[in-house]
């Protein structure tokens, strides 16, 4: 008769590293979300959810009107600071909303459960702010217009300004699949 190791439900837990987390994000996603569930990982969530808020009020930016404001700084300061001040308690709240709704159909998941998983399906969207910044190191205020002139830079511009639309809208296309495929993870 062969006896149990008392350490044998040991060997199916996986740790992963945070690098280990941005990596398999785009290649093992089950085994990431299941692992921040199953661990109550936090790590990185201040951080993610502070440039989040700084991605939504760089895309904000936009209804300010760009046209009439005097600097880039005077633009970029205040999205910086509040959008990611605020970045936290936005989607603190959106993940309370969700608890709230899903109490209603017995959801299983709490605030903070919930939170971090939009947390983390929202990693290939904050890869977005990158973008933005090399659109605001090459084309500066021009790059937060409703209808931007790239052609500053020739055909590299608007080659530019294609490719990292087309690549964003993969980035926000696969943070969307995480989002919505949550419900086969847990």
Not at 32 to 39: E, G, M, Q, T
Not at 43 to 58: A, H, P, R, Y
Not at 84 to 107: H, K, S, T
Not at 119 to 138: C, D, R
Request: charged fraction near 15%; glycine fraction near 6%.
């Amino acid at each position: 008769m062969e006896t149990q190791s008392p350490f044998e439900e040991f060997r199916n837990i996986v740790i992963l590293s945070g690098k280990d987390i941005f990596f398999n994000i785009w290649t093992s996603p089950r085994k990431v979300f299941r692992y921040i569930a199953d661990s109550e990982f936090d790590n990185f969530t201040v951080v993610l959810s502070f440039l989040m808020g700084v991605l939504i009020s760089f895309k904000g930016i936009r209804a300010l009107d760009p046209d009439r404001t005097s600097s880039l700084f005077g633009l970029l300061a205040p999205s910086i600071i509040l959008g990611g001040l605020f970045g936290w308690v936005i989607y603190y709240i959106y993940a309370a909303l969700l608890n709230w709704a899903g109490n209603w159909f017995y959801g299983k998941g709490n605030t903070n459960s919930i939170y971090r998983t939009i947390i983390f399906a929202n990693i290939p969207t904050v890869f977005i702010l990158a973008f933005f910044v090399l659109k605001i190191s090459l084309f500066g205020i021009e790059a937060f217009k409703e209808i931007p002139d790239y052609s500053s830079l020739g055909e590299f511009g608007e080659f530019f300004h294609s490719a990292s639309s087309l690549t964003e809208s993969i980035l926000n296309l696969w943070s969307l699949i995480l989002l919505v495929r949550q419900d086969a993870i847990f």
